[in-house]
């Protein structure tokens, strides 16, 4: 079954950070068609990465470097630069 349609949530979240992380080869295709539009009602600071080679939890797999990179930084940017 798909995830139910997060999308009211995803605009709840501000002003806290949310970063999508989505893969195209998920189950049935929700990732490219909702995530986008969860990035769309979720207010600031917000970020989405799309993996286009990987499986629906793949990303890491695929792109194990590129991942780290991106996850740090977010966490980086979300929770150390604010607060300090």
């Known amino acids: 079954m798909p995830p139910p349609n997060?999308?009211?949530l995803s605009a709840r979240i501000a002003p806290r950070s949310l970063f999508f992380i989505?893969?195209?080869h998920g189950t049935g295709g929700e990732e490219k068609q909702l995530n986008p539009?969860?990035?769309?009602a979720a207010g600031g600071p917000k970020q989405i990465w799309e993996i286009p080679?990987?499986?629906q939890t793949g990303g890491i797999t695929a792109?194990?470097?590129?991942?780290?990179?991106?996850?740090?930084?977010f966490f980086?940017?979300?929770l150390l630069k604010?607060?300090?």
């Open 82 to 84: 604010r607060n300090g």
């Open 76 to 78: 980086d940017d979300a």
């Open 22 to 24: 989505y893969a195209l």
């Open 63 to 73: 792109r194990p470097k590129e991942y780290e990179r991106r996850v740090i930084g």
């Open 37 to 40: 539009k969860y990035y769309a």
């Open 6 to 8: 997060l999308k009211h």
């Open 53 to 55: 080679e990987a499986s």
